[in-house]
């Protein structure tokens, strides 16, 4: 084996696994239906929109709230609780 290995050789598997990559990514699957709200009341609901619903209130913790979350577990942890 050699001490270096020959740079186009290695620009060309660093390109081929970049394409790779892409390619994987940029399949055409259809994306899922996120409809939380569903039908008019009394209607009824079909199962796609309460997973929905299911789905978007166990993920609500990580998108909203973050900052405001670890603001205030930066003011506790300095001892800035309003006495």
């Known amino acids: ?28 699957k259809p994306k899922p239906q996120g409809d939380v709200v569903g039908n008019p009341k009394g209607q009824g609901q079909d199962a796609n929109t309460q997973q929905s619903r299911h789905k978007k209130d166990v993920h609500k913790s990580t998108r909203a709230n973050h900052n405001r979350r670890q603001g205030a577990a930066f003011k506790r942890n300095r001892g800035m609780i309003p006495s």
């Open 1 to 28: 084996k050699d001490f270096c290995e020959n740079p186009e050789i290695v620009r060309e598997r660093l390109a081929r696994n970049r394409h790779s990559k892409f390619v994987a990514r940029s399949s055409n």
